[in-house]
């Protein structure tokens, strides 16, 4: 095997040894790999994680009792269900939440083009073994966001911090393994860099979660140090940005607006009453690592098929340089316009949220305004995912799109100029092009004569233009008559024109999920144009702050109402009290219970009976009539003994 060739196997193998490949890695031409396969990282986190999630479902309580808590009484209210992070409108922890996802980017790509296999099953039960590794990838990643969701903050940042830091000690160890690979098959300088760049964003992210948790679990020492009472952390129903919006829709505008800049004005108008939920910051940062990363593995392989052609090309003379130019031209241009398009949709997110606050659905479509509700929560949860496969098939689109048109501009602009001379190649381009310069000729000269001739003249020397009426009419009539001829010839270039414009413009469009891609009327055709209508008015009815500032009122009041109500019972509040443990306070409400019947034997015969326990009723009754004829005699006795005394 030639020795370029032998690099070339050699640098493929090393990009997948993070795949599907689950056989033991052995001696690969001559040099020997030590990096572990994913499979088998995630089989092995596989029991620790479902222990940490266990553990934390056995801390959470649940609010609904259940019949196995009356037979188990140390199990009563436990194993209650753990939240790894809410999408809905959560404002805790919205960059830890980012890195925790950014972490599984490397995950999220094998998943991607469907490198993570778990078993050797037939063709029609693929699908399956995909949806069975994209699970057990959320079963191994959970305890990130468990471990940053929970209430109890030492715990879980101890324990995120003991997970977190396995992980990010086999990355790095890969990550060494590959760099070993790299010096033993020499590779160049540029694919090294490739390889880095596939590693260093997992290994950032894991490296801010252990900081993360390890603040986490400095703080919660410290406090218990200080002998502090710890509270318990829980998001407020009413954020205060807010309250600050619905205070600022109380106040008279100002009669002069402050004048913007141009960024501002063209970019981004910051607005402190206003912050992205988890779920547009995790997207986000996910969206962008994964195109980096899904940017840096088309590198490595593109770099390999470029090396080789120019390799096989080196003896035939073609020029391959054209080639290898627009392809990295072209791959920046198409990265800036995804970065771009990712940086719009959160900018687009706060314009349709913020104008549905007050009450404007213009931009929305009249089908999309009473949306079914079960749709509208599915697309919710649908989004995060929807967006993140659209930026990188966006991305791919747009690139191959560019790439096919940078080719052709080369091969049939630049390439003849520089071998026939720009004179020769203006003349054959005039001979080629003249009939569509004549069709564009013909539509300017249509609008300028009906501009000169056939229009009437100004009714004020301050119009713009020319009023909607006719001037000449048989003349005009004339001129219809004729250019019918010309039109229908010049229709059939249009449509191409149509065609082609129609198709850059959804080209340039497929990553922007907020903006449909078919024409009006044609919106439910449009997955992701759905997803994102469904997501904003969910997040519109769920977030509303005027609506959120309403119900924390009513919820104050009622709070403060209840108080007053209960001002005059404290000295029975003990019933209802709820500290201490569960048998404890079961055994205050049977001590109560217990004293009160024995001061009161009547109320016996008026508690809720039983049909099993019919002797225990028969013996309660009979101790009831006993306890009510001795104590009518006792008043008998005394009566009798007040009245010999008087």
Known sequence: MDPDDKTICMFVHLILNQSSSTEPRNEQKGNETCAVPQEYILHACLLPSVCIVLLFSFLERRRKPHCCGQRFPYLRDRFGIVVPLDFTFSLRNRWSYAFAIGATAHQMIHLFFHDIKLMEVPRWLEAWVYLMAAFEVGVDFLPFFVCLSTTRRGLGGALGLLYTLIWLIVQVWNFHCDHKLCNASQFSTRQYCYVWSMWWSTILCLGCLLGRFAFMLAKSIYICLQKRNKQLEEDNILQPHQFKYVQRLFRQLPERSLE?????????????????????????????????????????????????????????????????????????????????????????????????????????????????????????????????????????????????????????????????????????????????????VLVGVQVVLVRVFFLQDRLSPEDPQKPLALNNRKAFHNFNYFFFFYNVILGLGSCVLRLLASAYVSLLLVSRINRTIMPKGYELFDIGYRT?????????????????????????????????????????????????????????????????????????????REKRNNKQEQLAVVWVTMQTQQADAAAVVQSTDCSLLL
């Not at 108080?563 to 404890?584: F, I, K």
């Not at 109560?592 to 009547?602: A, E, G, I």
């Open 260 to 440: 913007k800049t141009w960024f501002q004005r063209k970019v981004y108008d910051w607005d402190p009453y206003f912050k992205f939920p988890n779920r547009m910051i995790a997207t986000t940062v996910m969206s962008v690592i994964g195109l980096y990363v899904f940017i840096s593995y088309e590198q490595v392989f593109t770099s390999l098929i470029i090396a080789e052609i120019q390799s096989i090309s080196s003896g035939t003379g073609l020029q391959t340089s054209y080639f290898a130019t627009t392809w990295y031209v072209t791959t920046a241009l198409a990265a800036l316009s995804s970065v771009a398009h990712i940086g719009h949709v959160l900018i687009c997110y706060k314009k349709h949220v913020k104008r549905l606050w007050a009450g404007n659905k213009s931009f929305v479509p009249e089908k999309y305004h009473t949306l079914n509700s079960s749709v509208s929560v599915a697309a919710l949860a649908r989004y995060p995912g929807c967006q993140i496969a659209y930026t990188m098939w966006g991305y791919l689109i747009v690139h191959m799109g560019l790439f096919v048109f940078g080719i052709i501009t080369v091969y049939v602009v630049i390439y003849p100029i520089e071998m026939c001379g720009f004179i020769i190649w203006l003349r054959l381009a005039l001979l080629l092009m003249s009939g569509f310069i004549i069709m564009l």
């Open 532 to 608: 994102w209508i469904g997501m904003i008015m969910t997040d519109h009815y769920h977030n509303n702050p005027v609506l959120i500032c309403f119900c924390h009122l009513l919820l104050k009041r009622t709070l403060e109402r209840q108080t007053a109500v209960q001002g005059g019972r404290q000295a029975y509040s003990r019933l209802n009290s709820s500290s201490g443990s569960p048998l404890e306070v079961r055994f205050r409400a049977r001590w109560l219970l217990l004293y009160t019947l024995l001061r009161n034997p009547q109320l016996i015969l008026l508690r809720k």
